[in-house]
Antibody
Framework: EVQLLESGGGLVQPGGSLTLSCAASGFTFNNYALSWVRQVPGKGLEWVSSISANGGSTNFADFVKGRFTISRDNSKNSLYLQMNSLRAEDTAVYYC?????????????WGQGTLVTVSS | DIQMTQSPSSVSASVGDRVTITCRASQGISSWLAWYQQKPGKAPKLVIYAASNLQSGVPSRFSGSGSGTDFTLTISSLQPEDFATYYCQQATSFPLTFGPGTKVDIK
């Protein structure tokens, strides 16, 4: 059974940093691209960042470029999102999502999400 | 960036109704479109991928069609568990973008 379990969310002050983790199981981790998608409670889905299966290619939404870093450790079946210079508008539930074999940036499994709150 | 729009933004329907949701891309995306279902407090769930392919485990009352810029998601006979918000997403180029969502609620 595929499982994605995010952790690391919480309350952080504006300008602060946070690292989210996503522990994966139930599939061959290093065969699939992974992504982070966020959602302000009550609002729509917003793509944040993606990383290719081997970690050699990364992409970011403009609103996080230069502030967030995505990485993966294929030996630990884990995905990370390092978030720096956090702003109030980064407050959201952050989901990690697994790409499919048919398309690496179509998401067939999602974690339960971790809430990041940026507030003083 | 490719903009995704959906219509309607909400639809009220009864059990057994046929429901159709439309998604439009601001430029051609071939068939690189997915549909997700999301219920309150839950993660999204993939329903349709590559515009018309039913995700494993999803009931056959769901179907998708379209290519290029215009796509539809159809629920042939709405069931109580289908009341949710549905999002389309283009997967052809970065930044990946989602539609604003269509809420299907009980009439």
């Amino acid at each position: 059974e595929v499982q994605l379990l995010e952790s690391g969310g919480g309350l952080v002050q504006p300008g602060g940093s946070l690292t989210l983790s996503c522990a994966a199981s139930g599939f061959t981790f290093n065969n699939y691209a992974l992504s982070w998608v966020r959602q302000v409670p009550g609002k729509g889905l917003e793509w944040v960042s993606s990383i290719s299966a081997n970690g050699g290619s990364t992409n970011f939404a403009d609103f996080v470029k230069g502030r967030f870093t995505i990485s993966r450790d294929n030996s630990k079946n884990s995905l990370y999102l390092q978030m720096n210079s956090l702003r109030a508008e980064d407050t959201a539930v952050y989901y990690c999502a697994k790409g499919t074999a048919a398309g690496p940036y179509i998401f067939d499994y999602w974690g339960q999400g971790t809430l990041v709150t940026v507030s003083s | 960036d490719i903009q995704m729009t959906q219509s309607p933004s909400s639809v009220s329907a009864s059990v057994g109704d046929r429901v159709t949701i439309t998604c439009r891309a601001s430029q051609g995306i071939s068939s690189w479109l997915a549909w997700y279902q999301q219920k309150p407090g839950k993660a999204p769930k993939l329903v349709i991928y590559a515009a018309s392919n039913l995700q494993s485990g999803v009931p056959s009352r769901f179907s998708g069609s379209g290519s290029g810029t215009d796509f539809t998601l159809t629920i042939s006979s709405l069931q109580p568990e289908d009341f949710a918000t549905y999002y389309c997403q283009q997967a052809t180029s970065f930044p990946l973008t989602f539609g604003p969502g269509t809420k299907v609620d009980i009439k």
